[in-house]
């Protein structure tokens, strides 16, 4: 889905991509428990950790994952 509608043009690799969704979670827990420390709504503390993390989430993807696909030669 990211590759036809938000990367269009590259190519995806699926090695990064696991290591990207790990990382991802990762940062998602430990970032939850550090909002519901600070807010104690936890509908807010999970709207700030979503927005927060689908932002970084969007910069690996792109970064480590989605290539440019190399025209052929």
């Given amino acids: 889905m990211?590759?036809?509608h938000v990367f269009p043009g590259?190519?995806?690799r699926l090695g990064p991509y696991?290591?990207?969704y790990a990382i991802n979670y990762g940062l998602s827990l430990?970032?939850?428990m550090v909002a519901h420390h600070f807010i104690?709504?936890?509908y807010i503390a999970g709207f700030v950790t979503l927005t927060t993390v689908s932002v970084i989430n969007y910069?690996?993807?792109k970064q480590f994952v989605f290539k440019h696909k190399r025209p052929p030669l």
Avoid: A, N
Wanted: hydrophobic share 45%.
């Fill in 30 to 32: 430990s970032l939850l």
């Fill in 10 to 12: 590259h190519t995806p």
């Fill in 2 to 4: 990211f590759s036809r």
């Fill in 18 to 20: 696991i290591v990207t």
């Fill in 40 to 42: 104690k709504s936890p």
């Fill in 59 to 61: 910069f690996l993807l």
